[in-house]
């Protein structure tokens, strides 16, 4: 082999191969896409979760959108609220005000209390069963139980007791992604702090109502006449409360018939245990 021959091979492909990457890098430079350095900034006080509950496909898409004026500064619901008011300062805007959240499942109806209109055996997700006649309860505003609340949530926030879904708050990020999974809309974000709810969604009449369910709002509007602050209110057969009037003094949950409105310190198993030592102790549920 001429050696002659291969140090010129050699030479050429070296050549080659810097001409290339001279080529390469002006081109880089010629149609290099600018980014805009505040994306970098707003990506650095986002969570890094990836929820998803903001709409977007993860923090990165966010930050993005936020830059470009697509979404605003708060639109990240797991964000502290100094994060958000640092995203804000990086967009040269004022700091909304905004209070913790958490999610809320606005339902009793426990195994023991719902009835059943039949026996469901298909696929273990909620929107499934909700296909089949709104699923196997009567109540057709009643929680499904069978999670897919829980398969959503990337906090791991809620598990399922007894048929019915429960929030571990402390877990609970406020991210809205149950609320969007959950085909009955029996999900809601209510300030972290409240200290009260009401579990039962059912717009029916009472007597219908009683049908479905044992602890189902009747619509007797003794909560709303024990509720000297007009914080709870009877509408479409179903009692809701205003959390930015409510103070917290637990009339309504005394004057409660059917035993549905909860303080904020009865969940998880509490909630199962609190209505098995009401059964025990022989208490009426009207």
């Known amino acids: 082999m001429d050696l002659k021959n291969v140090m010129w091979a050699l030479i050429w492909?070296?050549?080659?191969?810097?001409?290339?990457?001279?080529?390469?890098?002006?081109?880089?430079?010629?149609?290099?896409i600018k980014s805009d350095p505040r994306i970098s900034q707003v990506r650095e006080h986002l969570p890094g979760a990836n929820c998803g509950g903001c709409g977007y496909a993860g923090c990165d898409a966010l930050a993005e959108a936020i830059v470009n004026g697509e979404a605003k500064p708060s639109a990240c619901?797991?964000?502290?609220?100094?994060?958000?008011?640092?995203?804000?300062?990086?967009?040269?805007?004022?700091?909304?005000?905004?209070?913790?959240?958490?999610?809320?499942?606005?339902?009793s109806g426990t195994s023991e209390f719902a009835r059943k209109k039949y026996i469901y055996e298909g696929a273990h997700d909620c929107i499934a069963a909700a296909k089949l006649g709104g699923g196997d309860k009567l109540c057709p505003n009643g929680c499904i139980g069978l999670g897919t609340c829980v398969s959503v949530?990337?906090?791991?926030?809620?598990?399922?007791?007894?048929?019915?879904?429960?929030?571990?708050?402390?877990?609970?990020q406020g991210c809205g992604m149950c609320i969007n999974a959950c085909p009955k809309h029996i999900i809601?974000?209510?300030?972290?702090?409240?200290?009260?709810?009401?579990?039962c969604r059912s717009?029916?009449?009472?007597?219908?109502?009683?049908?479905?369910?044992d602890v189902g709002c009747i619509s007797c509007h003794m909560c709303e006449k024990a509720c000297e602050a007009g914080a709870i209110k009877?509408?479409?057969?179903?009692?809701?409360?205003?959390?930015?009037?409510?103070?917290?003094?637990?009339?309504?949950?005394?004057?409660?018939?059917?035993?549905?409105?909860?303080?904020?310190?009865?969940?998880?198993?509490?909630l199962v245990i609190r209505r098995e030592q009401l059964i025990n102790e022989g208490e009426k549920l009207a």
């Open 153 to 172: 949530c990337k906090f791991e926030a809620i598990k399922v007791i007894n048929g019915v879904s429960v929030v571990d708050y402390k877990k609970c």
């Open 188 to 199: 809601k974000l209510i300030p972290y702090d409240s200290r009260h709810w009401v579990g």
């Open 234 to 270: 009877v509408n479409d057969f179903v009692a809701s409360i205003d959390f930015s009037k409510c103070t917290g003094c637990g009339k309504c949950v005394e004057k409660c018939p059917r035993k549905i409105i909860w303080s904020c310190d009865v969940q998880g198993e509490g």
């Open 77 to 107: 619901k797991v964000a502290a609220p100094e994060a958000r008011a640092l995203i804000s300062a990086v967009m040269g805007q004022k700091a909304e005000t905004s209070i913790r959240m958490r999610a809320q499942v606005m339902c």
């Open 203 to 213: 717009v029916d009449v009472g007597a219908k109502t009683r049908s479905y369910c």
């Open 13 to 32: 492909f070296a050549a080659m191969g810097l001409s290339f990457g001279l080529i390469l890098a002006v081109a880089s430079k010629i149609f290099a």
